[in-house]
């Protein structure tokens, strides 16, 4: 299995970012994709997420201004990041999870791609 993150990069505030996350070695369309973030010294974040079926939910700080998508074709999801602030300077990583039914039977995590807005 490969996730492979890119897109991360320094912006300014205000700025906008698309992150995309290309997984292979799994059947795709059978799994949650979710975005996650880390800053230094603090806890890994979840900040989006899409369903198998397309459904999708935001972590309260980001909605309205993120917007997270899949495309099955190209086994990708994307993470189109608006109205960027210093908080959301973080390493983000891409998960893939296998849910069946209420139990999660697989995850897999990608390397990180970091994303920099300074003060």
């Known amino acids: 299995v490969q996730i492979v993150e890119s897109g991360g990069r320094w912006v300014e505030s205000g700025g906008s970012l698309d992150l995309s996350c290309v997984v292979s070695?799994?059947?795709?369309?059978?799994?949650?994709m979710k975005w996650y973030r880390q800053s230094p010294g603090k806890g890994r974040e979840l900040v989006a997420g899409?369903?198998?079926?397309?459904?999708?939910e935001y972590t309260e700080s980001v909605k309205g201004r993120f917007t997270m998508s899949r495309d099955n074709t190209k086994n990708t999801v994307h993470l189109q990041m608006a109205s960027l602030k210093s908080q959301d300077t973080a390493m983000y990583y891409c998960?893939?999870?296998?849910?069946?039914?209420?139990?999660?039977?697989?995850?897999?995590w990608g390397q990180g791609t970091q994303v920099t807005i300074p003060p």
């Open positions: 998960a893939a999870d296998l849910v069946q039914g209420s139990r999660l039977m697989a995850t897999y």
């Open positions: 070695g799994i059947t795709f369309t059978m799994y949650d």
């Open positions: 899409v369903t198998s079926d397309g459904h999708t």
